[in-house]
Each structure stands twice: as structure tokens, then as C-alpha cells.
């Protein structure tokens, strides 16, 4: 199966700018996140979605920071505006849902963002 | 929130050695661990899950959990130079709306020299 498809792969912009990520599921996964991997840290969840519903986006700085999942497939995360702070690799990972087992998930490669 | 402590690193050993990496979590509560391989670069990849106490063995990997010590760990064997890289332990929250979200350690760094 195709893996978790994401886009840019970097991305550079100065601060104050505005910028958008994509992410691509695999096909019939209910569930996505987005993660925010600071270099030196481990990744942090910003939102999670279930279809096309926010489950979770207690850690996404909303006076800046939007995400959204039309249709319950595609995902868009968005910075506006952007901050130093907000460089970082964005992470998209997606899965079915279900837990009958937790066998954890697979993350897409990721968009490296850069503000100057 | 969930904590997961690891021990930074750097941690560097030779070529054919065992490798230890270890971390530690707050909520007895949790089930389900993970530990995740990151090459500099590029996203993590999951390597090994874990949700019963004791040993689960993959190849050169094995896994151990203690619940009651709140502690997980991964044993690297016969430790190669490919094995380079930033170890990620994570915790999944398994209940609620926030089933699958995953919490992870800062990672520990490894370095295989030959």
C-alpha cells in the first residue's frame, strides 16, 4: 500500500509569512495526525482527526496555526503568521482507527520549514 | 499529560556490542510503547511495539517492559555502523478521543563506530 504522502518537503519563508503543508493518507485510515518535531526533541502531537472531525488540537497554537480535513481524506495545516519558533518538521501520519491492536503507525516524510 | 524520559546521550558503543537504550513514563496507566528509529534527516520509523511486561525479541532487537518500574528499554545486538541513529521511545494513549496519540522522549542518540 501507498505510504502517507506529504508535500512540500521544505519549505523556506521569513518570518511573518504565511505557508501550507499537505498530507495525503493511506487510503481508508479514519484517523490523522499532525506532529511537530523541534530539532533536538521528540515529535509533538498538534491535532489529531478522526474523519474529517478534530479530536484533539489542545496543543496547536490557534491564534496562528489551522489545520483541516475535507472530506475526512486530504489534510492542510496552515501557519499564519509565521514565527523563528515555528521552524521545525511537520509530520503527518495516519491510521485505521481501530485499536483492537496498538501496532503504532507510519509517519510520512515530512516537511522541513525553515523561517528566517 | 504523558512524560517519557530518555537519557539524551550521546551513547556511543563498538561495532558488534550490545546497545541499551532506556526511558521511563509517568502514567502507570499506560499499555501500549514503542520505540521508533530516526536517521538524521528523515521521519521515524517504528521498529518495535510492546504492551505485555517481560522480553519481545525481533531479530537484532529486543524490547523489555516493566510496568511496575514504569521503565521500557530496547537491546540492540551485534550493534552495526547502519544502526547510527536517534532512538525514539513513545507511549500511546489508549482510551478515550485521543486513542493512538502517541507521546515521545526527547530520544537518545546512538553511534555505532566500527
Known amino acids: 500500500e501507498a505510504g502517507v504522502a506529504q508535500s512540500p518537503r521544505y519549505k523556506i519563508i521569513e518570518k511573518r509569512q504565511s505557508v501550507a503543508f499537505w498530507c495525503n493518507p493511506i487510503s481508508g485510515h479514519a484517523t490523522l495526525y499532525w506532529y511537530q518535531q523541534i530539532l533536538g526533541q521528540g515529535p509533538k502531537l498538534l491535532i489529531q482527526f478522526q474523519n474529517n472531525g478534530v479530536v484533539d488540537d489542545s496543543q496547536l497554537p490557534k491564534d496562528r496555526f489551522s489545520a483541516e480535513r475535507l472530506k475526512g481524506v486530504d489534510s492542510t495545516l496552515k501557519i499564519q503568521p509565521a514565527k523563528l519558533e515555528d521552524s521545525a518538521v511537520y509530520l503527518c501520519a495516519s491510521s485505521l482507527g481501530d485499536w483492537e491492536g496498538n501496532y503504532g503507525y507510519t509517519f510520512g516524510s515530512g516537511t522541513r520549514l525553515t523561517v528566517v | 499529560q504523558k512524560e517519557v524520559e530518555q537519557n539524551s546521550g550521546p551513547l556511543s558503543v563498538p561495532e558488534g556490542a550490545i546497545a541499551s537504550l532506556n526511558c521511563t513514563y509517568s502514567d502507570r496507566g499506560s499499555q501500549s510503547f514503542f520505540w521508533y528509529r530516526q536517521y538524521s534527516g528523515k521521519s521515524p520509523e517504528l521498529i518495535m511495539f510492546?504492551?505485555?511486561?517481560g522480553d519481545k525479541e525481533d531479530g537484532r532487537f529486543t524490547a523489555q517492559l516493566n510496568k511496575a518500574s514504569q521503565y521500557v528499554s530496547l537491546l540492540i545486538r551485534d550493534s552495526q555502523p547502519s544502526d547510527s541513529a536517534t532512538y525514539l521511545c513513545?507511549?500511546?494513549?489508549?482510551?478515550?478521543?485521543?486513542?493512538?496519540?502517541?507521546?515521545f522522549g526527547r530520544g537518545t542518540q546512538l553511534t555505532v563506530w566500527p
Open positions: 513513545a507511549l500511546a494513549a489508549d482510551r478515550g478521543s485521543t486513542l493512538g496519540r502517541l507521546y
Open positions: 510492546i504492551y505485555s511486561n
